[in-house]
Nanobody
Framework: QVHLAESGGGSVQAGGSLRLSCAASDAEYDYYCMGWVRQAPGKEREAVATIDNDGKTDYADAVKGRFTISQDNGKNNLWLEMRDLKLEDTAVYYC??????????????????WGQGTQVTVSS
Protein backbone atom coordinates (compact mmCIF):
# COMPACT_ATOMS: atom_id res chain seq x y z
CA GLN A 1 0.00 0.00 0.00
CA VAL A 2 1.35 3.42 -0.96
CA HIS A 3 0.15 6.68 0.50
CA LEU A 4 0.74 9.85 -1.48
CA ALA A 5 0.15 13.45 -0.42
CA GLU A 6 0.68 16.44 -2.70
CA SER A 7 1.41 20.01 -1.72
CA GLY A 8 2.69 23.19 -3.29
CA GLY A 9 -0.13 24.12 -5.61
CA GLY A 10 -1.38 27.67 -5.86
CA SER A 11 -2.01 30.60 -8.15
CA VAL A 12 0.62 32.12 -10.38
CA GLN A 13 0.74 34.43 -13.35
CA ALA A 14 1.61 33.14 -16.78
CA GLY A 15 5.34 32.84 -17.17
CA GLY A 16 5.81 32.14 -13.48
CA SER A 17 7.01 29.07 -11.65
CA LEU A 18 5.72 26.63 -9.04
CA ARG A 19 7.11 23.57 -7.34
CA LEU A 20 4.82 20.71 -6.45
CA SER A 21 5.78 18.18 -3.81
CA CYS A 22 4.54 14.68 -3.11
CA ALA A 23 5.29 12.83 0.11
CA ALA A 24 5.19 9.06 -0.28
CA SER A 25 4.94 6.54 2.51
CA ASP A 26 4.31 2.87 3.19
CA ALA A 27 5.77 1.64 -0.05
CA GLU A 28 8.57 -0.57 -1.23
CA TYR A 29 10.03 1.97 -3.55
CA ASP A 30 12.65 -0.02 -5.34
CA TYR A 31 10.38 -1.13 -8.13
CA TYR A 32 8.05 1.82 -8.25
CA CYS A 33 7.73 4.51 -10.82
CA MET A 34 6.23 7.77 -9.67
CA GLY A 35 4.59 10.41 -11.77
CA TRP A 36 2.28 13.35 -12.18
CA VAL A 37 -1.10 13.47 -13.84
CA ARG A 38 -3.25 16.57 -14.23
CA GLN A 39 -6.90 17.22 -14.91
CA ALA A 40 -8.21 20.54 -16.15
CA PRO A 41 -11.85 21.53 -15.67
CA GLY A 42 -14.09 19.69 -18.09
CA LYS A 43 -11.21 17.70 -19.55
CA GLU A 44 -9.89 14.18 -19.20
CA ARG A 45 -6.91 13.35 -17.05
CA GLU A 46 -3.62 14.00 -18.81
CA ALA A 47 -0.33 12.27 -18.13
CA VAL A 48 2.44 14.77 -17.43
CA ALA A 49 5.70 13.13 -16.34
CA THR A 50 7.20 10.08 -14.69
CA ILE A 51 10.45 8.91 -13.11
CA ASP A 52 11.56 5.32 -12.67
CA ASN A 53 13.69 3.52 -10.13
CA ASP A 54 16.87 4.37 -12.04
CA GLY A 55 16.02 8.06 -12.15
CA LYS A 56 15.11 8.03 -15.80
CA THR A 57 12.39 10.50 -16.71
CA ASP A 58 9.79 10.89 -19.41
CA TYR A 59 7.56 13.86 -20.19
CA ALA A 60 4.52 14.79 -22.20
CA ASP A 61 5.38 17.01 -25.15
CA ALA A 62 3.20 19.77 -23.71
CA VAL A 63 5.51 20.20 -20.71
CA LYS A 64 8.86 19.05 -22.06
CA GLY A 65 11.53 21.65 -21.44
CA ARG A 66 9.39 23.50 -18.89
CA PHE A 67 8.69 20.88 -16.21
CA THR A 68 11.22 18.79 -14.32
CA ILE A 69 10.35 15.71 -12.26
CA SER A 70 12.71 14.56 -9.55
CA GLN A 71 12.81 12.46 -6.40
CA ASP A 72 15.10 12.11 -3.42
CA ASN A 73 17.45 9.18 -2.93
CA GLY A 74 15.14 7.58 -0.40
CA LYS A 75 12.24 8.01 -2.81
CA ASN A 76 10.09 9.40 -0.04
CA ASN A 77 9.60 12.66 -1.87
CA LEU A 78 8.73 13.52 -5.43
CA TRP A 79 8.78 16.98 -6.95
CA LEU A 80 7.59 18.67 -10.08
CA GLU A 81 9.34 21.92 -10.90
CA MET A 82 7.18 23.92 -13.27
CA ARG A 83 8.44 27.03 -15.00
CA ASP A 84 7.20 29.27 -17.80
CA LEU A 85 3.69 28.29 -16.79
CA LYS A 86 0.92 28.77 -19.32
CA LEU A 87 -2.81 29.27 -18.94
CA GLU A 88 -3.35 25.75 -20.23
CA ASP A 89 -1.32 24.33 -17.33
CA THR A 90 -4.21 25.18 -15.01
CA ALA A 91 -5.42 21.90 -13.52
CA VAL A 92 -5.53 19.70 -10.46
CA TYR A 93 -2.22 17.88 -10.31
CA TYR A 94 -2.07 14.35 -8.90
CA CYS A 95 0.94 12.40 -7.70
CA UNK A 96 0.78 8.76 -8.81
CA UNK A 97 2.84 5.61 -8.24
CA UNK A 98 2.95 1.94 -9.20
CA UNK A 99 5.24 -0.90 -10.07
CA UNK A 100 6.85 -0.41 -13.43
CA UNK A 101 9.69 -1.56 -15.64
CA UNK A 102 10.74 1.79 -17.10
CA UNK A 103 9.68 5.39 -17.31
CA UNK A 104 6.81 5.95 -19.72
CA UNK A 105 4.79 9.05 -18.93
CA UNK A 106 1.72 7.70 -20.70
CA UNK A 107 1.46 4.94 -18.11
CA UNK A 108 0.97 7.35 -15.21
CA UNK A 109 -2.72 7.48 -16.03
CA UNK A 110 -2.93 3.78 -15.19
CA UNK A 111 -0.90 3.81 -11.97
CA UNK A 112 -2.73 2.30 -9.02
CA UNK A 113 -1.84 4.78 -6.30
CA TRP A 114 -2.96 8.41 -6.34
CA GLY A 115 -2.78 11.38 -4.05
CA GLN A 116 -5.67 13.70 -3.36
CA GLY A 117 -4.49 16.33 -5.83
CA THR A 118 -3.35 19.93 -5.59
CA GLN A 119 -4.75 22.85 -7.59
CA VAL A 120 -2.54 24.88 -9.91
CA THR A 121 -4.09 28.01 -11.38
CA VAL A 122 -2.28 30.08 -13.99
CA SER A 123 -3.70 33.50 -14.79
CA SER A 124 -2.88 36.13 -17.37
Amino acid sequence: QVHLAESGGGSVQAGGSLRLSCAASDAEYDYYCMGWVRQAPGKEREAVATIDNDGKTDYADAVKGRFTISQDNGKNNLWLEMRDLKLEDTAVYYCTADLCDYADYTETIHYGYWGQGTQVTVSS
